[in-house]
């Protein structure tokens, strides 16, 4: 049986990966230091798959101890989704985001190095593409110029010091999976996103109204350039983004590859505010706000090389990752 590793693994795009893995029969090696994320989830998944990750609680910022895990385990892939994500956070702390997310991807890779791992994938984000002419965002176009915030920053850097390693060390190969805006959960409710403390995220905050814990969603902005006047942005159902990383493993080729993770279609604040009332039944308060700063009127992927070369497509609509967001608070109540 080949055996992962996967950093953040609790989390809410890595515990989805981590059943998804366990389904199509991998070992799983979670490492997580439960920054944000709970070690419930563990048994949620153990729940879902009928197998039982291994969990090793552990900061990637001790070099120490994750230097002896690899050492310890014949890992044939890394897949690395743990880091600190919050944008808002990152602009008010900007150098325990660059110290977290830079330093701890520089140890897996010093480990991967030295022990003989050569397999690794990154959850990037459609943030490194920061301002564009065009709305639909292509792996081929320059990234790095108009990133908003230092959390982005990071992802950029990362993507950036990949490529460097990969030019001195040829055996090290990485793809960088570019996500658009994961939404929904596993169709079981039994996870979900549950991010600690103020939400940043669209989902998040319709999931805390829904709930009666936010009095009101304020969407900001109703003037941009877009068919309503909202941002539009291309929401991915995070059970096929999931499945987009067995995709890139099984297609892995030497080298640096990049795709976007994306369905290729823009929906509005709108839009997917309406869907989630429609699954929910009921209206949801919500307000206009002023733009806020740092967002882009409208961006979604051309998601066309993850589709060819990884022969991965989006199967799970809005409707879907709204029901199963539903089913998720249900769970949690
Ligand atoms: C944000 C980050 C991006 C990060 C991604 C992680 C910025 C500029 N970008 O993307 O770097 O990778 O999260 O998922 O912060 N909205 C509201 N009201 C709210 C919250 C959001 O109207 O309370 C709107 C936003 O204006 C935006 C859309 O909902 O148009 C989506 O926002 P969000 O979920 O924060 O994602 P992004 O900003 O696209």
Not at 71 to 99: C, I, M, Q, T, W
Not at 145 to 160: A, D, L, V
Not at 239 to 259: E, W
Request: hydrophobic share 35%; net charge negative; with cysteine.
């Amino acid at each position: 049986m080949q055996k992962v590793l996967v950093t953040g693994g609790t989390g809410y795009i890595g515990s989805h990966t981590v059943v998804e893995l366990l389904n199509s029969g991998y070992d799983v090696d979670i490492v997580d230091n439960l920054s944000n994320s709970k070690i419930e989830v563990i048994n949620a998944i153990e729940k879902i798959t009928n197998k039982r990750p291994n969990f090793h609680k552990l900061d990637l910022l001790d070099k120490t101890s994750l230097d002896s895990l690899i050492d310890n385990n014949h890992y044939v892939f890394v897949l690395h989704f743990a880091g600190l994500k919050a944008v808002g956070e990152s602009v008010e702390k900007p150098l325990l985001y660059y110290r977290t997310n830079l330093d701890s991807t520089i140890n897996i890779i010093e480990a991967m190095l030295v022990y003989g791992v050569n397999n690794f994938v990154f959850s990037s984000s459609a943030t490194v593409y920061g301002q564009q002419e065009s709305p639909e965002c292509i792996e081929s176009m320059q990234t790095g110029s108009g990133i908003t915030n230092p959390y982005g920053r990071t992802k950029y850097m990362i993507e950036e010091m990949l490529k460097d390693v990969h030019i001195a060390h040829p055996d090290f190969s990485a793809t960088l999976l570019r996500y658009f805006n994961p939404i929904g959960n596993h169709p079981s409710g039994l996870i979900g996103e549950d991010p600690n403390g103020i939400p940043n995220n669209i989902m998040p905050v319709i999931m805390r109204v829904a709930t009666g814990k936010i009095k009101e969603l304020s969407i900001y902005g109703n003037d941009y350039d877009t068919p309503d006047g909202t941002c539009r942005r291309d929401y991915i159902h995070v059970v096929d983004l999931a499945k987009g990383h067995l995709a890139a493993m099984q297609h892995a080729k030497p080298g640096i590859s990049v795709y976007n993770l994306g369905t290729g279609k823009p929906t509005s604040v709108l839009e997917l505010l309406a869907a989630f009332e429609t699954a929910a039944g009921r209206k949801m308060p919500h307000i206009f706000a002023p733009r806020r700063s740092g967002d882009v009127a409208e961006m979604w992927a051309n998601p066309n090389l993850a589709n060819q070369e990884l022969n991965w497509h989006t199967d799970l609509t809005i409707a879907d990752a709204m029901r199963d967001t539903l089913k998720f608070l249900e769970s949690q109540r």
